[in-house]
């Protein structure tokens, strides 16, 4: 099974804030990484597909880029709706696996 | 719109067996695979496998082998996941998840999108 390595598990930041978060497999697995946020209670909600495309409907200060084993989520300038938990997830190869999750809270 | 809406909260005891259905609405039903992924309380995801909607085919992650039925029912656009054998660390969250696809220059990605709105699974003697 690949295995997605999340960091950190959990951030503190500032609305304005710039924030990376990183995601490693333990294989390549090319672009075939996908980016998720979720709120307490709801479903999660798909942001980044295939590495680096914005899903629709989602704000540009979202992005996402690298390929084959290191990936990272970026939030340019982070808003109140922003603090979440977010994962990366692998569509490579079954069974398809998740990071462990990155908490992001308001500092 | 696309939507997915799953069956209610159910409470098992040990060694009994549930089946949280799924059902679509807003796009062909035949036309995208199904996943199912589960989370337990404050953990993670999991993913559990997937269901080829229009054939019917399934695959499942080694985990839930030989304890989890993927179905369809194209009449009714609704996907079944049965799972059996329950015990307390199944209690979870579980969610359907339509996967669509993007393909370019002869690679396709999938990713799940939407979400059901989950379905708590309570697992207790």
């Known amino acids: 099974d690949i295995q997605m390595t999340q960091s950190p598990s959990s951030l503190s930041a500032s609305v304005g804030d710039r924030v990376t978060i990183t995601c490693r497999a333990s294989q390549s697995i090319s672009s075939y990484l996908n980016w998720y946020q979720q709120k307490p209670g709801k479903a999660p909600k798909v942001l980044i597909f295939a590495a680096s495309s914005l899903q629709s409907g989602v704000p540009s200060r979202f992005s996402g880029s690298g390929s084959g084993t290191d990936f990272t989520l970026t939030i340019s300038s982070l808003q109140p709706e922003d603090f979440a938990t977010y994962y990366c997830?692998?569509?490579?190869?079954?069974?398809?696996?998740f990071g462990q999750g990155t908490k992001l809270e308001i500092k | 719109q696309v939507q997915l809406v799953q069956s209610g909260a159910e409470v098992k005891k040990p060694g009994a067996s549930v089946k949280v259905s799924c059902k679509a609405s807003?796009?062909?039903?035949?036309?995208?695979?199904m996943h199912w992924v589960r989370q337990a309380p404050g953990q993670g995801l999991e993913w559990m496998g997937i269901i080829n909607v229009s054939g019917g085919s399934t695959s499942y992650a080694q985990k839930f082998q030989g304890r989890v039925t993927m179905t369809r029912d194209t009449s009714t656009s609704t996907v079944y996941m049965e799972l059996s054998s329950l015990r307390s660390e199944d209690t979870a969250l579980y969610y359907c998840?339509?996967?669509?696809?993007?393909?370019?220059?002869?690679?396709?990605?999938?990713?799940?999108?939407?979400w059901g709105q989950g379905t708590l699974v309570t697992v207790s003697s």
């Open positions: 998840a339509r996967a669509p696809g993007y393909c370019t220059n002869g690679v396709c990605y999938t990713w799940f999108d939407p």
């Open positions: 807003g796009y062909t039903f035949t036309s995208y695979y």
């Open positions: 997830h692998q569509s490579y190869s079954t069974p398809e696996t």
